[in-house]
C-alpha cells in the first residue's frame, strides 16, 4: 500500500535525507540501577553523523520487586529502544536500519516493520511521502540471540496507565469499584494524570512514575528541516508498561482503549492516527509479548467492548473527575481546555448528551456551542472533510448522533444552527443513541473477569 498526500509534499526531502543519511542505528542501550531510580539510555545515530542519546527512568517505589531478572530487563529495555527509534529514524527515514544489540528473527523484523510503517501511516500521509511496507526500510541485525522469554508468576494485581483523560479515569473508577486491585501508571506526570490518580486513591509515591527524556539534538534537527510527524506513542508506552509489570509483579495492563480507536482517520484507507491503540496492535503486541519476552502477563484494553459514547456516559457519573480530567494537548502544558481544538469539541459533543450546559461550562470554562470558528472543525469530526482531524477522537457516526441529540434537546448555541433546520426523526435518532448507549463489541481481548465487569458496568446504565 502507498501513503500520499499533496497538500504538505515532502516527498523530495524524504528522497534526499534517504540518499545523505542512507543508515540508522540502534547502537547500544545501557541500564543503570541505583536505591533512586533505574535509568535505561538508548545511543541511536545517523549514519554516525548525528548521535542521540534519549532515556527512560523509573523512580524506585517501597512496591517493587527486588527479584527482578536481569535477562528479562535487558530484553525488556532492548524493546523500549525498539520503538523509541522509531522517533529519530524518522528524522530522514534511512532505508536501512540496523540493530547491533541482539539478532532478531525474520518473524520479529516482519513484526516491527508493520508497527513501524502503519504506525507512521499519518506521518507519511501528512509528508505526502510516497511508501510501501515491502520498500520503506530494511532492518539488519547483529549481536547476540535474545535473552530466552521468561515467565511471570500469575498474580491478581493490574497495571492501569493513566493519561489524565475521561477514558483512563473510567477504568480506574470501574477497577476500584469492583474491588480490582491496581496501580496508575504515569509517563511523564502532568497535573491532571497526577490528580485522576490521586482521586483513584494513589498519591505519587504509590503511583508508577515513568520519565520518558528526548534527545534535544532531535529537536534541533527537526528546527533544521529534517522530517518531522507522528509516532505511535502507545506502542512504546506498550513495553513500557510490560517493563512496569514485571517491576511490580502486576498480570493485568489494563489499557483505556474504545471500539472508537479502531476506525481511520483517512476513509477507505488503514490510515490511522489512533494505530497503536488499535485492537489489531493490541492483538499483535499480546501475541509478541508472550512468545519472545515474558509470558504470564495480560495486556488488554479495558474499555474495547465500548464506543465513545457510552464512555462518556460512564464518566459523567463520576463527577469527583469533572473539575481535574483534561483531554486537550494544546492545553497540556498550562494543564487547560484551549476551546479551540478537534479534543476540546469532541469531549464537549461526547458529554453533552448527559450533563447540563452548567456542568459542561463549568469543566471547559466556556460554551464551545457558541464558538463559531469550530466550524470547520465540527465538519471534520462529522466526516465531512477528506480526513477525521489526526487526534484521538471517535467515529464519525458516534458524532452525527451527538449532533442529532443536541439539536432535539434544544441545546442552544450558534455553531449548531444549520442542523436545527433539518428535519430529524426523532424516534430514529433515540433509537440510534440507544443503539450506540448498548453496544457490546465483541472484537477486544479482555479475560473473564473483567468482561464480566464491563457488562456489569453498562448494565447498571443502561436506563439513561
Partial sequence: ??????????????????????????????????????????????????????????????????????PLLHNLAFHIGMVELISYWKLSCAPVVEIIPFDLSEAQKQWWKKLYFHGLGEF?????????????????????????????????????PVGGGKD????????????????????????????????AGYGPEESILVVR?????????????????????????AFISAFAAVLTHASFIVLSNESSANEASVPNTDINHQYSKSVIFEKDFRLYLNTYIVSGIEYFSLLR???????????????????????????????????????????????????SQPELHQIFGQNLADNT????????????TPNKPFECVGTIEEVNTAIQMIVLQGIPGDLFVEFRNTQYDQTKVKQQFQTLLTRFDTDHCLPQQFEWLIRKALNDRKNF
Fill in 1 to 70: 500500500m502507498y501513503h500520499t498526500l499533496t497538500s504538505n509534499f515532502r516527498y523530495p526531502d524524504y528522497l534526499r535525507l534517504r540518499k545523505e543519511f542512507p543508515v540508522f542505528t540502534y547502537q547500544s542501550y545501557t541500564i543503570t540501577r541505583n536505591p533512586d531510580e533505574i535509568t535505561i539510555v538508548f545511543h541511536f545515530h545517523l549514519s554516525g553523523r548525528y548521535h542521540f542519546y534519549p532515556a527512560i527512568q523509573f523512580p524506585m517505589r517501597s512496591f517493587y520487586h527486588s527479584d527482578l531478572p536481569e
Fill in 124 to 160: 507519511f500521509y501528512v509528508n505526502g511521502i510516497q511508501s510501501s511496507i515491502d520498500d520503506f526500510m530494511d532492518i539488519h541485525t547483529e549481536g547476540s540471540s535474545l535473552p530466552v522469554k521468561q515467565h511471570q508468576a500469575i498474580t491478581d494485581h493490574c497495571l492501569v
Fill in 168 to 199: 483512563s479515569a473510567v477504568s480506574l473508577e470501574l477497577l476500584k469499584q469492583y474491588g480490582f486491585p491496581f496501580r496508575p501508571l504515569i509517563v511523564n506526570p502532568r497535573p491532571a494524570s497526577t490528580a485522576c490518580a490521586q482521586i
Fill in 213 to 237: 527524556s528526548l534527545d534535544p539534538l532531535m529537536l534541533q534537527l527537526n528546527d533544521q528541516g529534517f522530517l518531522n510527524g507522528h509516532t505511535p506513542f502507545s506502542a512504546l508506552l
Fill in 305 to 355: 467492548p465500548l464506543n465513545e459514547l457510552q464512555i462518556a456516559h460512564l464518566f459523567s457519573k463520576y463527577s469527583s473527575f469533572h473539575p481535574v480530567f483534561k483531554s486537550c494537548n494544546i492545553g497540556s502544558k498550562t494543564n487547560s481546555w484551549c476551546g479551540n481544538c478537534s479534543k476540546c469539541l469532541f469531549t464537549w459533543l461526547m458529554l453533552s448528551p448527559f450533563l
Fill in 373 to 384: 470558528q469550530l466550524t470547520p472543525v465540527l465538519a471534520s469530526l462529522k466526516g465531512d
